[in-house]
């Protein structure tokens, strides 16, 4: 297969997922905070951000097979393939072969290896652990960085009490 259908394949299989995060997010606002069970369970919910319901699941775009829907304790994972060389479009956002969009991320795999800001504090660990950004490398905007302020036993995420020395 060539560079182009690769990356075609690659672009669908994201818009893809990002519908499907979209449904399950709606799901879960109009249910309780609680994601289906199933994906078919989605059928009829309306995204959010149109009117549009979901009328069918999609396959794995590059597989060609399901696509394997869990729901976890603290969310949902959804995992999908992506195909080899179809990434680069997305540099940073998915890794070749098996990911895995939870709440989250499009790409749990790529966002532990992902450190946008720079500040040696990786995409995943910023949102999950330290709530902070990785599109900021002082997120709470007090004049000290958050690799500084979680090193010195600091919240990143809160200012009001943080005062390094
Ligand atoms: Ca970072
Ligand atoms: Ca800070």
């Known amino acids: 297969m060539g560079q182009n259908s690769e990356s075609a394949l690659a672009n669908e299989q994201y818009q893809t997922?990002?519908?499907l995060q979209s449904a399950l997010d709606a799901y879960q606002i109009n249910n309780n905070g609680n994601y289906p069970e199933k994906l078919?369970?989605?059928l009829g919910t309306t995204r959010d951000w149109s009117n549009e319901k979901v009328t069918n699941i999609p396959q794995d775009i590059v597989t060609g097979k399901a696509y394997i829907y869990q729901?976890?304790?603290t969310g949902?994972?959804?995992t999908y393939e992506m195909p080899e060389d179809g990434t680069f479009l997305f540099a940073g956002e998915f890794k070749e072969g098996t990911n895995t969009a939870?709440?989250?991320f499009i790409s749990e795999e790529s966002a532990r290896e992902t450190?946008?800001?720079e500040d040696g504090i990786s995409a995943y660990d910023e949102v999950l652990i330290y709530h902070t950004s990785d599109y900021m490398q002082d997120?709470?905007?007090?004049?000290?960085?958050d690799?500084?302020?979680i090193d010195a036993g600091y919240d990143p995420a809160e200012s009001s009490y943080d005062t390094l020395r």
Do not use: A, P, V, W
């Open 17 to 19: 997922i990002n519908d």
């Open 40 to 42: 078919t369970d989605l």
């Open 71 to 73: 729901r976890s304790e």
């Open 76 to 78: 949902y994972t959804l």
């Open 102 to 104: 939870t709440e989250h």
């Open 115 to 117: 450190d946008e800001d």
């Open 139 to 145: 997120s709470d905007g007090d004049g000290y960085g």
């Open 147 to 149: 690799k500084e302020e």
